[in-house]
């Protein structure tokens, strides 16, 4: 990790205390902005038009949004747009920090151990055989747009038999009480 680099040699816990840092003070600072561009959508005539959808919108965000923010810490690329929405929407502050925490716990864990230990032997692997890390890196992204492939086929497969079963489920039904019963137009 080159934008950890000073780790590099230093026991667990200080590159664990430290990343827990990072991540304390990176996902409020996100939540911070947003709140401030969600302050001036809230005045705004768009703002005034969504009233009262806002509103429940924040009550829900306040109510389900703290695991929502922790399990984003589980999550590539999901963070920041969680940690953005979370403040455009206000959600109550305390609430918000206590998931950051529990999800900087389990974050901090996962950057200090398997991830960082995936990328540097990554890097390792790069300095000395640029086209073998090439290579690796190429296999690794087409195993995962495989599996991609595979889970919307398999999704895509289960929605067609649950709409073709609910199309032959009417149909033996036939037409339902109050459209036999309802009169036709004449036609002209």
Do not use: C, H
């Not at 959600?91 to 864990?109: D, I, K, N, S």
């Amino acid at each position: 990790m080159p934008q950890f680099a000073f780790l590099e040699g230093q026991p667990f816990w200080i590159v664990y205390a430290t990343l827990l840092v990072v991540i304390l003070l990176r996902a409020p600072a996100t939540y911070w902005i947003g709140r401030g561009l969600g302050a001036g959508v809230l005045r705004s005539r768009m703002g005034e038009r969504l009233g009262p959808r806002l509103d429940q919108a924040k009550e829900r965000i306040d109510r389900y949004g703290a695991p929502v923010v922790t399990l984003s810490f589980f999550t590539v690329g999901m963070q920041t747009a969680i940690n953005f929405s979370a403040g455009v929407v206000r959600m109550a502050f305390p609430r918000y920090f206590a998931a950051v925490f529990v999800g900087g716990l389990a974050w901090a864990g996962i950057w200090g151990s398997v991830i960082s230990g995936l990328v540097g032997a990554w890097v390792a692997l790069f300095l000395n055989s640029p086209w073998t890390a090439l290579g690796v890196a190429t296999l690794a992204a087409v195993a995962v747009g495989v599996l991609v492939v595979r889970a919307r086929r398999r999704s895509a497969r289960r929605q067609a038999e649950a709409a073709e079963e609910a199309g032959s489920r009417d149909a033996r039904q036939g037409p339902l009480p109050a459209e036999a019963a309802a009169p036709t137009a004449p036609q002209a």
